[in-house]
């Protein structure tokens, strides 16, 4: 369990030490997830090694939407103030994804 939250870690760390050193319009952990996705892919065993630890983090995947709450709560009255460009930009991104999504299946079922 250690081994693959060092992991984790390591490959976070990587993410956003790249996305600062080149200032890269790209969040950390989504390169650090981008390069241990590749790493993943070069070394096939290592997903046997990971993966017990990893499903035990995925069990507890709803904690990580805490900050996300409490952020909302603090700036309540920003939300309030706009809550007009926030709703729209909620259904534009939720259809645009479902648009997508389906256009990928379509694709990948060829």
Do not use: Y
């Not at 909302?72 to 999504?101: C, F, G, N």
């Amino acid at each position: 369990m250690i081994k693959t939250f060092a992991v984790l870690l390591v490959f976070q760390t990587l993410g956003e030490g790249l996305s600062f050193a080149f200032s890269l319009p790209v969040p950390g952990p989504v390169l650090g997830m981008l390069m241990l996705f590749c790493w993943l892919l070069a070394r096939p065993n290592e997903v046997a090694a990971l993966a017990p630890t990893a499903l035990e983090f995925l069990k507890h995947l709803s904690l990580l939407f805490i900050p996300a709450g409490v952020g909302i709560m603090v700036h309540a009255q920003r939300v309030a103030a706009e809550w007009l460009p926030l709703l729209a930009a909620l259904v534009i991104s939720a259809a645009v994804s479902l648009v997508v999504t389906a256009l990928v299946l379509k694709w990948l079922q060829k």
